[in-house]
């Protein structure tokens, strides 16, 4: 919905994404992305249409998504363990020893600079030991060492898990994942490869007409 | 549109009911902790404002009752009056009020796909309402105790009007919740009814005072109904009570349907 009434976002979107696969969706700025992962979770649902969930899907994991602000971050990890049904202390060493909070792990999130959010939200979706990561431009924020350690926890550790990440940065998609789509006017275009994608979507941002310089 | 994340779709299957209510029950639980703790904090009382906000209120307006002159209105103490009354209040509107806010300041939390609208409300309605129920016993007790007030007539009856009022302010707290995620006109318009609803809601009077003409006007409101129920347990015949309970329940009904339809349609909603 917006000010102009009902808007569609996707219309016509079909995949599957069996244990273990992953996916890239590429789109840019305003495509539907954030929706599509969030419909994918479960926090929105389709105004028609199914999703089926039969792994353990994770939430969305963007940065600074999914936290109650007035809560310190050890808080935010009791939610997330009482939500999802897991004892929080054996978890509390690895979520303090990953995000490098120090004494901000006691205090409300609300002080958080963006790249502790970041290494909070990160660590919190790796505490819970899910199936399916759904990512949602997580990976880009932050700097070389958190990426490094991110990478290390998700493409090496749980290298068996299924994800789906949906960026506007097509490397980050040839760096990762294995197939990509292109979200495109609100249709999931499909690509046999990863790199007819990334040469579709590079198409895509060329042919966007640039502002005229006077 | 179709999407699965799955290998088989045969795996398809509806999750049990004991499944879900372990899943609700969780969801409830950390809503909960999650509530109290930005709540009221860990530092002093911690939890126990939670009882003992409402008990300063009622003693408050006790007090400027007490003050006001009105030491016997009629047959009934003016501290087992106020006490009656304004705990009443406190049960319907606070969760009514609280809930206001319930949405906004946790959607980050709907994130988590068990975390729901009704979820968020509900917990916020559970807290304000045990509470005031803590409150009222409370000070009953102690009032009780030190002899100032008489032990109510028919606790059971107490009990079943508490009851009532906790049904219209439950009903009523989703409404009003689920309202803001289609307006910001439903916070804006609330603060000044809950306001006005104060003078007229049957906290500061009994309906047999009011003139035969101004009765019927009056008892349209619900809660007004509940309080006489309740005070009519709490004092017996001492002044006539006027309430029609199939009234009551009726309108109760009609706001909880009004409430759970509006929660179902602020889940669509809510933006992130």
């Known amino acids: 919905m917006t000010r102009q009434g009902r808007r569609k976002v996707l219309s016509d979107v079909n995949f599957r994404l069996g244990r273990g696969e992953n996916l890239g969706i590429l789109g840019r700025n305003g495509a539907g992305k954030s929706t599509l992962i969030r419909l994918i979770s479960g926090a929105e649902r389709p105004t028609s249409g199914r999703i ?10 963007a940065f600074g998504g999914a936290f109650q602000i007035h809560l310190s971050g050890l808080d935010n990890l009791k939610f997330v363990c009482r939500v999802y ?40 979706s790796m505490a819970i030991e899910f199936d399916c990561f759904l990512i949602d431009e997580a990976m880009v924020v932050g700097d070389a060492r958190f990426h490094e350690r991110c990478h290390f926890e998700l ?20 760096l990762y994942c294995k197939n990509a789509c292109v979200l495109h006017e ?8 990863v790199d007819a994608a990334y040469d579709f979507y590079q198409g895509t941002i060329s042919a966007r007409p640039e502002p005229v310089e006077l | 549109m179709l999407i699965e994340t799955a290998l088989h779709m045969a795996t398809e299957t509806t999750p049990s009911l004991l499944h879900c209510l372990g899943i609700q029950r969780r969801v409830l639980h950390a809503l909960m902790m999650r509530e109290i703790i930005t709540r ?62 319930a949405i906004l300041q946790n959607k980050p939390l709907l994130f988590h796909r068990n975390v729901r609208v009704i979820d968020v409300l509900l917990i916020r309605t559970v807290i304000e309402m045990g509470g005031a129920t803590a409150s009222f016993i409370v000070l009953s007790l102690f009032f009780i105790f030190i002899g100032w007030v008489s032990a109510p007539v028919d606790p059971l009856e107490v009990l079943f009007g508490w009851m009532m009022l906790a049904w219209f302010g439950a009903s009523l707290a989703i409404l009003i919740g689920a309202g803001t995620a289609f307006s910001d006109i439903v916070e ?6 809950a306001y006005l609803m104060f003078p007229i809601s049957g906290a500061a009077f009994m309906v047999d005072w009011l003139p035969v003409g101004v009765q019927k006007f009056v008892l349209l409101l619900p809660m007004v109904h509940g309080i006489e129920i309740l005070r009519e ?8 009570a006027h309430y029609d309970v199939t009234y009551m329940a009726t309108c109760c009904l009609l706001l909880s349907l009004a409430g759970l339809y509006a929660v179902r349609e602020a889940n669509r909603r809510v933006e992130f």
């Open chain 1, 52 to 61: 089926l969930r039969d792994m353990r899907v994770s939430w969305p994991l």
């Open chain 1, 85 to 124: 049904g897991v004892d929080y202390k054996p978890l509390v060493p690895f979520v303090e020893e990953f995000t490098e909070l120090g004494i901000y792990f006691r205090e409300p999130v609300l002080h958080y600079s963006h790249g502790m959010l970041t290494r909070l939200a990160f660590a919190l």
């Open chain 1, 155 to 174: 493409f090496h550790k749980r290298k068996d898990r299924a994800f789906i990440l949906v960026t506007h940065d097509a490397n980050v998609i040839k």
């Open chain 1, 186 to 193: 609100g249709h999931l275009l499909q690509f046999p490869s």
């Open chain 2, 40 to 101: 009221f904090g860990r530092e002093n009382l911690g939890v126990l404002w939670l009882v003992g906000e409402p008990m300063l209120f009622t003693l408050g307006v006790t007090t400027l009752w007490s003050f006001a002159g009105m030491v016997h209105v009629s047959a009934i103490p003016i501290v087992a009056f106020a006490i009656t009354g304004y705990s009443s209040v406190l049960l319907w509107r606070n969760s009514a009020s609280r809930a206001v806010g």
């Open chain 2, 188 to 193: 804006r318009i609330w603060t000044p009814i």
């Open chain 2, 233 to 240: 347990g709490y004092f017996g015949n001492v002044v006539p």
